[in-house]
DNA sequence: GTGAAAGCGCTAACAG
DNA sequence: CTGTTAGCGCTTTCAC
């Protein structure tokens, strides 16, 4: 309830004048030790803590050494892992985050990052919706440095590190083919999102590659959250002409794809890895990212622009991997070795 | 690159005064629909934008409408959950949030306490670290509200929200007690943390209901991570006289108690629900808790506070459930029904 | 070494 | 309806 102490009191409480405290406060050389004693003994009896809000509305640096991240949801184990690593990055070079989630809406996006443009943010690490190009280009043009992450916003000229989406996708269908596979279902999240789309492109790229049609009714997007995508693979599995694989465009669709095929038996393979994919039965594989690298160097990128690169905007591609725990199943033949209940093809 | 255009710069650029676009920008009743379009129309020009710093500096109502977040690891899903919660409750109070995590560690956690008050943060959710008793009895002194989750910060008088962690083990621990084990294992992590602390009392409490003597040889405390504990319940599996049962302290132990349990067979219950548990083999009996409905509710009290609420301090204790998907085995008999390969005792 | 004055961007309290 | 003055808590600049 009591008010802040401010250093007006700490001046007066030491006899000296609020420029002393000042630069006691401040660490400045050039007082007089016993005078210097006297404002920390001040200080410690007061309980005074430096405001440095209002510190940063005067100092020349205009700097408030605070940077806003901005992820679609801070929930999911992927954002969470990703801006944990953001915020180590900032701890070390004594930079505070705020955080905020856009449930990829973009009139959240915009709420969030004007509260946070308005407190001044050096800068963004950003998991960019589809929406508000105009608007982001405007707080460019404030001087609030971007980086974007996971996903690149297009049309705006900013650094952004991703991992290659098509290609690594391109890879698991691939193994399915691979396999034996040609009936192989593309289930996603909404395809506003750059990933999905990519990572839909990197299915159809291999499919065609192959020489295979895709067939429509095996595509389903705008998969939000696991019941749904359990939902559709039940739909799936349950019309005329089922497929005899699965490749999920992220981790939810895959474990609403685990949780399907509990009751039923189906090849599957995922984009993203997560926590005990080798544990289940049979295990899953998928194309893996590694989400704490992404926000590290997003976070490199964004502190090194904060401190004055002012080179081209670069576009950093992180690499995936493709774990193959066995979950691709055979289109035909015995069960896998071990003798473990595969989703396997029925066919 | 370009200096953030002030309230000035409107003004000029309107032909108007300072404080006339101090009260559009505010919303202000009382100006001409005339001038007021010129103001709006000067602020598109510039591309103006408050500045919400300064502004809080000058209010009467001097509160910064940031929040500060203290969480023992953000990756960890469970402190993750918690957090999306806190942050949609901030963000439907047009608030922001500050967030931190401290890995337990009494130094981090003060320094990002102490950076999150210098910026005025009118309150904090804290999972508290051990220390710093003091310091943040100063915090409070100096008018910031604090709220604990997760765990209590005690000696200090503050509203926590916490589950009856001592109940919801000695319940867990009673299931395996029931189906026949008395060599059960507790493994945790380290006692310096009050839910820790509270889990394993309920462990002993249990044990001691039943008539059972507590085998100083089954209890590891300490356990940093999913790697150790798994190491940790090899060594324990290997012993002469191994435990038939397992009782893990949090879900990262238990996470490492199904990883050893692969190659070796034991009944398993932890504190903590997760991804997945349902899917293994055996699915997983736990003690769950709410991460979110523990967030959310630790925010409330803290807007309370923020709002003037000065009550005494409030406990809120939430309610645990245990789960029992069938991993608590039987100390003897046949497997469970449906032929799961249970981690069943050996004896 | 120390202090007085000015001002960062904004709003409160008054005038007109 | 609009403008002027003062001042939030601090740092800058310039005196002494």
């Known amino acids: 309830m009591a008010a ?3 250093m007006k009191d700490v001046a007066r409480a030491a006899g000296v004048s609020l420029m002393t405290v000042s630069r006691v406060v401040a660490g400045e050389t050039g007082v007089a030790p016993q005078t210097a004693a006297r404002v920390e003994e001040a200080i410690r009896a007061l309980g005074y803590q430096r405001n440095d809000i209002a510190r940063n509305l005067r100092r020349k640096a205009q700097d408030s050494r605070t940077i806003g991240l901005v992820v679609d949801d801070l929930a999911n184990p992927f954002f969470s892992a990703l801006a944990r690593s953001v915020e180590d990055e900032a701890y070390r070079r004594g930079f505070l985050v705020l955080v905020g989630s856009t449930n990829d809406d973009p009139r959240r996006e915009r709420d969030v990052v004007s509260a946070f443009s308005a407190r001044q943010v050096d800068g963004l690490v950003l998991v960019p919706t589809g929406g508000n190009r105009p608007f982001f280009r405007a707080q460019m043009a404030r001087g609030v440095k971007v980086v974007c992450v996971d996903r690149p916003a297009t049309g705006l000229d900013v650094d952004c ?3 290659d989406n098509r290609a690594g996708t391109a890879t698991a269908v691939r193994h399915l083919l691979d396999r034996g596979h040609s009936r192989i279902a593309y289930l996603g999240d909404r395809q506003e999102i750059w990933t ?3 990572r839909y492109a990197g299915y159809e790229q291999a499919m ?5 049609a895709v067939d429509p009714a095996l595509v389903r997007h705008g998969l939000r959250g696991v019941p749904e995508a359990a939902k559709a693979i039940g739909e799936l599995m349950d019309a005329p002409n089922p ?3 699965v ?7 895959t474990l609403g ?3 399907a095929g509990a009751s039923r038996r189906f090849a599957l393979v995922g984009f993203d890895d997560f926590l005990l994919a080798d544990k289940l039965d049979p ?3 998928v194309v893996s990212q590694d989400p704490a690298a992404l926000g590290r160097t997003a976070a490199q990128l964004l502190f090194g622009r904060i401190d004055g690169d002012d080179a081209a905007a670069r576009s950093v591609v992180l690499a995936t991997r493709f774990i193959d725990r066995g979950s691709g199943g055979d289109a035909v033949g015995p069960p896998l070795p071990g003798g473990r209940a595969v989703y396997q093809a029925a066919e």
Chains 1, 2 share one sequence.
């Not at 065609?208 to 295979?212: E, T």
């Open 4 to 6: 802040r102490p401010t």
């Open 196 to 198: 999905q789309r990519e």
């Open 208 to 212: 065609a590659a192959a020489g295979l």
């Open 257 to 259: 794809a685990v949780d």
């Open 283 to 285: 295990p899953i594989s």
């Open 243 to 245: 497929p005899t694989a």
């Open 247 to 253: 490749f999920s465009g992220n981790d939810l669709v």
């Open 161 to 163: 590190v991703a991992v």
